[in-house]
Nanobody
Framework: QVQFVESGGGLVQAGGSLRLSCAASGSIFSRAAMGWYRQAPGKQRELVAAVTSGGSTNYADSVKGRFTISRDNRKNSVLLQMNSLKPEDTAVYYC?????????WGQGTQVTVSS
């Protein structure tokens, strides 16, 4: 069983920055592919950014150049640095760990960007 503690969400003006943190329990973290997803009201959940156990990253086109994902295996944590935020980034952001065919999800943290 994996449990997450997500933090860093909140309200920010357009153009501002936030940093999301996801700390995971358990010994599987270093083997897990980690990702941040988001879900806006009335929309499907979508991938924002992901990082493999080896450190390779990929991003949604809408956040490339603005968001950066990183992981610290010593602290069992994954961070999402979000810069130049836009109102359309408003959503609940979820942390996910994937190991093989099994996914573990965090409870989500709200990010609201005002115009």
């Amino acid at each position: 069983q994996v449990q997450f503690v997500e933090s860093g969400g909140g309200l920010v003006q357009a153009g501002g920055s936030l940093r999301l943190s996801c700390a995971a329990s358990g010994s599987i973290f270093s083997r897990a592919a980690m990702g941040w997803y988001r879900q806006a009201p009335g929309k499907q959940r979508e991938l924002v950014a992901a990082v493999t156990s080896g450190g390779s990253t990929n991003y949604a086109d809408s956040v490339k150049g603005r968001f950066t994902i990183s992981r610290d295996n010593r602290k069992n944590s994954v961070l999402l640095q979000m810069n130049s935020l836009k109102p359309e980034d408003t959503a609940v952001y979820y942390c996910k760990a994937g190991i093989g065919l099994v996914d573990y999800w965090g409870q989500g943290t709200q990010v609201t960007v005002s115009s």
